[in-house]
């Protein structure tokens, strides 16, 4: 671990680092959320059954659960660097391509492709970062990382909108080639970012790691301090490691309480506006798209309280009490599922806005839970099974609707985040104020066999 990094002072390179490395989460929240707008007039044009609605909207999803694992292992093995500006280029690519589709299987790879990209960014981007910041700085800009994300939907959306209105249904392809756009503005602004020294270090490269320390940061620092600490296992492949007697716990952590957090959140996001019509609440494809970038925009606000709280109350009290008070309004709705449609609006945001604490902490956690060795690794399993109950939470509220009902779906969701506060009273640590590395847990022993 290195002490120097962890009390560096906070400067400008850092401040470029963060919004450089946010490019990926912005993009996230915008590919995903641009595509709901382009398929109201994509759906007519090209003739699309509701299972090849599906097959597009999956699609994305499906990339990003092969993508997070993937390439969190990859950029483990091969550095940060090299990955940060390669995806990029598959995404300029990609969203270039869309412009173009003229059927179902055809858009659906690209977004898979697209899918595949946007999740190698999460274990690339965000262990760059958390390796290069100062501890007291660190919660606070990896979960602005979020907040990129929901800024990138509430763009789509506004964006969508202004197509929708000025162009027309027939837009739909422009929509899908805008993220060109944003791609190549990240790509500009990630020109020069360095390596991570703690990933250099750790791969026998101690005196580049020192150069790029004194460079950056303006400070000297004892190449033995960028060292990780002393191992005291045979080295593994990193998705072993992640399930040693070590890491087991935290990599079920990070895992569960993503996925309890996103599956609901998703789906609320997918499907808000036919949350919201079950309550009474009209519709139509103007008011569908300025309510669902709403909602949206609160998901965003929510975030800024519990960046705060990471830093003054701690991880584990923000995590547990957000997971309790986001059961509340859903429980709500399922045990009154005939409440006014502004009692539900209401209540979706309250639950957006309390989704802040998890939201910060997505990524925090596992960047912060992990050694160098195997942190993009584990930031690419955390985002890859959180996939899992993106796309699970996608598929089936729709289908609970419609077969159960909306205060048994409800019930359902309340229920899931209740899971999710469970995994955080079991296994949530405290990561507040420690350096990056100092949380590496003791290997279990085993009691001796007695002889004789």
């Given at each position: 671990m290195s002490s120097t990094i962890d009390n560096a002072p906070y400067t400008a390179f850092h401040r470029r680092l963060a919004l450089a490395c946010s490019g990926g989460p912005l993009l996230d929240g915008y590919i995903l959320s641009i595509v709901g707008v382009a398929l109201i007039g994509m759906r007519p044009e090209l003739g699309l059954s509701t299972a090849a609605v599906s097959l597009i909207g999956a699609a994305a999803l499906i990339g990003m659960f092969v993508g997070g694992a993937l390439f969190g292992v990859l950029t483990d093995r091969i550095g940060r660097e090299v990955m940060y500006t390669a995806d990029l280029v598959v995404m300029i690519v990609c969203s270039a391509l869309s412009f173009w589709v003229d059927g179902v299987w055809t858009l659906a790879l690209l977004r898979f492709v697209l899918g595949m990209a946007v999740a190698a960014d999460?274990?690339?981007?965000?262990?760059?970062?958390?390796?290069?910041?100062?501890?007291?700085?660190?919660?606070?800009?990896?979960?602005?990382?979020?907040?990129?994300?929901?800024?990138?939907?509430?763009?789509?959306?506004?964006?969508?909108?202004?197509?929708?209105?000025?162009?027309?249904?027939?837009?739909?392809?422009?929509?899908?080639?805008?993220?060109?756009?944003?791609?190549?503005?990240?790509?500009?602004?990630?020109?020069?970012?360095?390596?991570?020294?703690?990933?250099?270090?750790?791969?026998?490269?101690?005196?580049?790691?020192?150069?790029?320390?004194?460079?950056?940061?303006?400070?000297?620092?004892?190449?033995?301090?960028?060292?990780?600490?002393?191992?005291?296992?045979?080295?593994?492949?990193?998705?072993?490691?992640?399930?040693?007697?070590?890491?087991?716990?935290?990599?079920?952590?990070?895992?569960?309480?993503?996925?309890?957090?996103?599956?609901?959140?998703?789906?609320?996001?997918?499907?808000?506006?036919?949350?919201?019509?079950?309550?009474?609440?009209?519709?139509?494809?103007?008011?569908?798209?300025?309510?669902?970038?709403?909602?949206?925009?609160?998901?965003?606000?929510?975030?800024?309280?519990?960046?705060?709280?990471?830093?003054?109350?701690?991880?584990?009290?923000?995590?547990?009490?957000?997971?309790?008070?986001?059961?509340?309004?859903?429980?709500?709705?399922?045990?009154?599922?005939?409440?006014?449609?502004?009692?539900?609006?209401?209540?979706?945001?309250?639950?957006?806005?309390?989704?802040?604490?998890?939201?910060?902490?997505?990524?925090?956690?596992?960047?912060?839970?992990?050694?160098?060795?195997i942190r993009a690794t584990a930031v690419g399993v955390a985002t890859s099974v959180s996939r899992i109950g993106a796309a699970v939470g996608t598929y089936l509220l729709p289908l609970s609707l419609t077969g159960l009902g909306t205060g048994p779906t409800m019930l359902i969701a309340a229920g899931v985040t209740a899971l999710g506060l469970a995994v955080c009273v079991l296994w949530a640590e405290e990561t507040k104020d420690t350096a990056l590395g100092a949380t590496t847990p003791e290997v279990p022993r085993r009691r001796p066999v007695p002889v004789g």
């Open positions: 999460y274990p690339i981007a965000t262990s760059l970062l958390a390796e290069w910041l100062p501890s007291k700085h660190r919660g606070r800009l990896l979960g602005k990382q979020i907040v990129a994300w929901y800024a990138g939907s509430v763009l789509a959306y506004v964006v969508g909108y202004l197509f929708l209105e000025f162009g027309g249904t027939g837009s739909w392809r422009w929509m899908l080639a805008s993220s060109t756009v944003l791609c190549a503005v990240f790509l500009v602004i990630r020109r020069g970012s360095p390596e991570s020294p703690r990933w250099l270090a750790a791969n026998g490269r101690v005196g580049e790691a020192v150069a790029l320390v004194e460079k950056h940061l303006g400070v000297r620092v004892d190449g033995r301090e960028l060292l990780p600490p002393r191992r005291t296992t045979a080295r593994t492949s990193p998705f072993r490691e992640l399930l040693t007697p070590r890491y087991r716990r935290r990599t079920l952590f990070c895992g569960l309480f993503f996925l309890c957090q996103v599956g609901p959140l998703f789906a609320m996001l997918t499907f808000g506006p036919q949350i919201l019509s079950s309550f009474g609440m009209p519709g139509g494809t103007v008011l569908d798209t300025l309510g669902t970038g709403a909602v949206s925009l609160v998901f965003l606000i929510g975030c800024y309280p519990a960046l705060r709280l990471i830093d003054s109350k701690g991880r584990r009290p923000t995590i547990i009490w957000s997971f309790a008070l986001m059961i509340v309004p859903l429980a709500l709705l399922g045990v009154w599922p005939t409440a006014p449609a502004a009692v539900a609006l209401l209540a979706l945001c309250a639950y957006a806005f309390l989704c802040g604490g998890p939201n910060v902490l997505d990524w925090t956690y596992p960047n912060e839970l992990f050694p160098t060795e």
